[in-house]
């Protein structure tokens, strides 16, 4: 296995127009999250899932966003109607179950709204 | 809520002199707490992480911080720093049975100089 894997790695899009973005988690991993960062600042958190289920999302995750993890595998995060306040660094990262367990990151994907 | 605190968005060292990355934590339980760093448009990799066991921490290329209660504090020291450190590195904290959802500081952005 090789890690988180996302796709793609980059991403322009025109605003209005929608964006899909996958992730392949660790395959033994059950939990996966979505992060975004914007330039200069730490990630933030998004949302994650436990196999199959959607556990939390954050107040950041507006009803233009939708996150999918259909089969407990990868992941898909929708962008619906982009704005330029969505162009960011989008990542992925997933973990074992289990409270002190790091999550490890994929190489995330570059999203410009232009 | 957790939260963490980077003093110092930009430090500057001389090759070989230490390294010395500040963090200070907020949480109302114990918390988890890592060291991640990040190269130009590269995911995040753990550098090291507390989780109770100990309190210092030894992580990869040779870095290490120490947890102190009493000061909230979880910083990330090196002895000697290498060119290779120059990165953008970030402190996270996440809340013990939260789901391993991290919150994460504004970065370091380390600058290691001949």
């Known amino acids: 296995d090789t890690g988180v894997s996302q796709d793609p790695r980059h991403k322009i899009t025109k605003r209005g127009q929608n964006v899909t973005f996958r992730c392949d988690p660790i395959?033994?991993?059950?939990?996966l999250y979505w992060y975004r960062q914007t330039l200069g600042q730490g990630p933030e958190f998004l949302t994650y899932?436990?196999?199959?289920?959607?556990?939390?999302k954050s107040r950041l995750l507006s009803d233009r966003f939708s996150a999918e993890r259909p089969k407990g595998s990868f992941s898909t995060l929708e962008i619906q109607r982009t704005e330029q306040g969505d162009s960011a660094m989008y990542l992925c990262?997933?973990?074992?179950?289990?409270?002190?367990?790091?999550?490890?990151f994929g190489q995330g994907t570059r999203l410009t709204v232009v | 809520a957790q939260s963490v605190t980077q003093l110092g968005s930009h430090v500057s060292v001389s090759e070989g002199a230490l390294v010395l990355l500040r963090c200070n934590y907020s949480s109302s339980v114990p918390p988890y707490l890592f060291w991640y760093v990040q190269y130009p448009n590269q995911g995040l990799q753990l550098l090291l992480k507390y989780t109770s066991a100990a309190t210092l921490v030894k992580g990869i290329n040779g870095f290490e911080a120490e947890f102190k209660k009493s000061e909230t504090s979880f910083h990330l020291t090196k002895p000697s720093a290498h060119m290779s450190d120059a990165a953008e590195y970030f402190c996270?904290?996440?809340?013990?049975?939260?789901?391993?959802?991290?919150?994460f500081g504004t970065g370091t952005q380390l600058k290691v100089e001949l």
């Open positions: 996270a904290v996440a809340k013990t049975g939260g789901g391993n959802k991290l919150t």
């Open positions: 990262a997933s973990s074992a179950a289990g409270s002190s367990t790091e999550a490890f």
């Open positions: 899932f436990q196999n199959e289920a959607q556990l939390e």
């Open positions: 395959s033994e991993h059950n939990r």
